[in-house]
Nanobody, 123 residues
Framework: QVQLVESEGGLVQPGGSLRLSCAAS????????TAWFRQAPGKEREFVAL????????DYADSVKGRFTISRDNAKITVYLQMDRLRPEDTAVYYC????????????????WGQGTQVTVSS
């Protein structure tokens, strides 16, 4: 079993930055693809970014490409999402997810989920 705990999100002004972390328990986490998804009120959960277990493969949603960076530290069993140049449309609950199926963007492909953390971008 893998348990995921996201760091606290927060309120950020447009153009600002925020780093989320996803701390895992369970030795198998280091062999899993990890992804971030987000869900805004009234909208479906959407893919944000993913990173393979080795860190060699990353992928991003077009809406965040060039602004967000995903990384992982397997020694600390933690995955990070650095969010820069934040926009109001980035406001959502952000979820960390992990699974053994490789780098896929479909949320159905992930077995383990964190509780979610609220990110609000507003002036």
């Amino acid at each position: 079993q893998v348990q995921l705990v996201e760091s606290e999100g927060g309120l950020v002004q447009p153009g600002g930055s925020l780093r989320l972390s996803c701390a895992a328990s369970g030795r198998t986490f280091s062999r899993y693809t990890t992804a971030w998804f987000r869900q805004a009120p009234g909208k479906e959960r959407e893919f944000v970014a993913l990173i393979s277990w080795s860190g060699g493969t990353t992928d991003y949603a077009d809406s965040v490409k060039g602004r967000f960076t995903i990384s992982r530290d397997n020694a600390k069993i933690t995955v990070y999402l650095q969010m820069d140049r934040l926009r109001p449309e980035d406001t959502a609950v952000y979820y960390c997810a992990a699974g053994p199926r490789g780098p896929i963007k479909d949320h159905l492909g992930y077995n383990f989920w964190g509780q979610g953390t609220q990110v609000t971008v507003s002036s």
